[in-house]
């Protein structure tokens, strides 16, 4: 988030665009992860695979960000759009560069509860503590 911000700015609506894109994509990510989990018969495998693809876009993001940021100073000072239509801007490219990897974030928790279902007793209590690791970890990360 910090570095779309530097490219599209610190404004109250800069910053819910790309909150609203990063939200977006996890919920996608979750909504997906129920259908493709309950085909997978190795859901930890499936896990570990969603892991080393978030990994590879953080490597990716920085390449990512200068692309983005190259297309968006060129549409800007070419176009001389509007500020509706610099919004709408700033939403497709927010979303196209966090798109994959913020629904690869919001589809690991219901993989890893998939695995949790089927491999542990006490079901709820192991899935509070899950989902408080997970939430811990995200705090940390951030």
């Known amino acids: 988030m910090k570095m779309l911000s530097l490219i599209f700015g610190t404004t109250a609506i800069s910053t819910s665009i790309v909150l609203a894109s990063f939200m977006g994509g996890m919920?996608?990510?979750?909504?997906?992860?129920?259908?493709?989990?309950?085909?997978?018969?190795?859901?930890?495998?499936?896990?570990?695979?969603?892991?080393?693809?978030?990994?590879?876009?953080?490597?990716?993001?920085?390449?990512?960000?200068?692309?983005?940021?190259?297309?968006?100073?060129?549409?800007?000072?070419?176009?001389?759009?509007?500020?509706?239509?610099i919004n709408i801007i700033k939403i497709a490219l927010s979303f196209i560069v966090l798109i994959i990897p913020t629904a690869l974030m919001g589809s690991t928790l219901p993989v890893i509860s998939r695995f949790f279902i089927n491999h542990f007793n006490h079901f709820g209590k192991n899935i509070g503590r899950l989902y408080f690791v997970n939430t811990i970890g995200g705090a940390i990360g951030a």
């Open 27 to 85: 919920a996608i990510g979750s909504f997906l992860a129920g259908w493709f989990t309950d085909k997978s018969k190795l859901p930890l495998r499936l896990y570990g695979i969603l892991e080393i693809s978030i990994s590879a876009f953080a490597l990716l993001m920085p390449i990512l960000f200068a692309g983005i940021d190259d297309i968006y100073i060129f549409i800007h000072r070419n176009l001389g759009a509007g500020m509706g239509a």
